[in-house]
């Protein structure tokens, strides 16, 4: 199809607001390909005492985390614009550092509650700017991403002691 006959998107938000938004829903989408890799490597890779109630409160976690990715990046489409691509794409659009297998449990599981919270202060701020630009659709898939990233911290938390 030549850029000639290129449908034009009129959905009520400007070109440079659906860009804004877009742009923070893909730093909010590679933090949370991040964490989702470190959680679903921690699953794998955790040892201890209560092995098996650590591995499967990681599967829960990794499996919500990994069905919101396809929400966010087809938001991202949604938007007009493109989704990244590639484990370099990725990587240059996250902060969060890879997991380290040889951690043992209680420190994979701090390591994980404060990506959480670093993937909670990312949502927030996207949050912020779709409301700003009047977004609603992602104002209301950011604050689903929020609750989520909430309870993950809160399980991690807990499971380490903390209120
Ligand atoms: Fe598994």
């Known amino acids: 199809m030549t850029a000639k006959s ?3 998107i009129d959905t009520g938000l400007s070109k440079t607001e659906r860009a804004d ?3 923070e829903l893909t730093k909010v989408l590679a933090d949370s390909f991040a964490v989702y890799l470190k959680t679903h490597g921690y699953h794998w890779n955790v040892r201890g ?4 109630t ?3 409160l990681l599967e829960q976690q990794y499996r919500e985390i990994w069905e ?3 929400l966010l990046a087809e938001r ?4 007009g614009e493109l989704a990244p691509q ?3 794409a990725f990587a240059n659009l996250t902060s969060i550092k890879d997991g380290d297998p040889e951690k043992d449990a ?3 599981l701090k390591e994980l509650m404060k990506d959480h919270e670093t993937l909670i202060a990312t949502a927030r701020a996207a949050l912020a700017a779709a409301d700003k630009e009047g977004d609603d659709v992602s104002v209301d898939l950011l604050t689903q991403r929020l609750a989520a990233h909430e309870k993950a911290a809160w399980m991690l938390r807990a499971s380490l002691g903390g209120r």
């Not at 005492?49 to 098996?52: A, G």
């Not at 991202?76 to 938007?79: D, E, K, N, W």
Request: no cysteine.
């Open 49 to 52: 005492p209560e092995f098996f």
């Open 106 to 108: 209680p420190a994979m």
């Open 6 to 8: 290129s449908p034009t």
């Open 86 to 88: 590639g484990q370099t």
């Open 21 to 23: 938004v877009a742009r």
């Open 76 to 79: 991202i489409r949604a938007l």
């Open 68 to 70: 919101a990715l396809d």
């Open 54 to 56: 650590l591995h499967t």
